[in-house]
Nanobody, 120 residues
Framework: QVQLVESGGGLVQAGGSLRLSCVASRNIFSFNSMAWYRQAPGKQRELVAAIIPNGSRDYADSVKGRFTISRDNAKNTVFLQMNSLKPEDTAIYYC??????????????WGQGTQVTVSS
C-alpha cells in the first residue's frame, strides 16, 4: 500500500505563494498520472492540477497561470507551486497518483491533506 503525505500548507496573505509537497512511500516513476485536488468547507472536492500520461499538464480554469504542478521522481514527490494566491484558494489540498487505470485514493476519505488559508 503506497502512502501519500501532503505538506507545505499554511496561512498566507492574498498575493503570496506556497509550495505544496506530496511525498509517496515508494518510487513514483511508474505512476502515469498525478493530481492535486482541493476541498473548501461546504464544497465538493475539485481537481486543481494534473500531470496526465503523455506528460502534459492540465489545470482548472481558476488556477491557470498561477499554479504549477511538477514531479520529482528521485524524491518520490509531487509539487504544487501556488503563486498569486487568492482567498478563494482557501481549502484542504490533497494529492493523488494513478497506476495504470487505478487511482490510489478513492472514495470519500482521503486523509488529512494540507490546509491552505489565504487571508484578504
Amino acid at each position: 500500500q503506497v502512502q501519500l503525505v501532503e505538506s507545505g500548507g499554511g496561512l498566507v496573505q492574498a498575493g503570496g505563494s506556497l509550495r505544496l509537497s506530496c511525498v509517496a512511500s515508494r518510487n513514483i516513476f511508474s505512476f502515469n498520472s498525478m493530481a492535486w485536488y482541493r476541498q473548501a468547507p461546504g464544497k465538493q472536492r475539485e481537481l486543481v492540477a494534473a500531470i496526465i500520461p503523455n506528460g502534459s499538464r492540465d489545470y482548472a480554469d481558476s488556477v491557470k497561470g498561477r499554479f504549477t504542478i511538477s514531479r520529482d521522481n528521485a524524491k518520490n514527490t509531487v509539487f504544487l507551486q501556488m503563486n498569486s494566491l487568492k482567498p478563494e484558494d482557501t481549502a484542504i489540498y490533497y494529492c493523488n497518483l494513478r497506476y495504470g487505470s487505478v487511482w490510489l485514493r478513492r472514495g470519500d476519505d482521503w486523509g488529512q491533506g494540507t490546509q491552505v488559508t489565504v487571508s484578504s
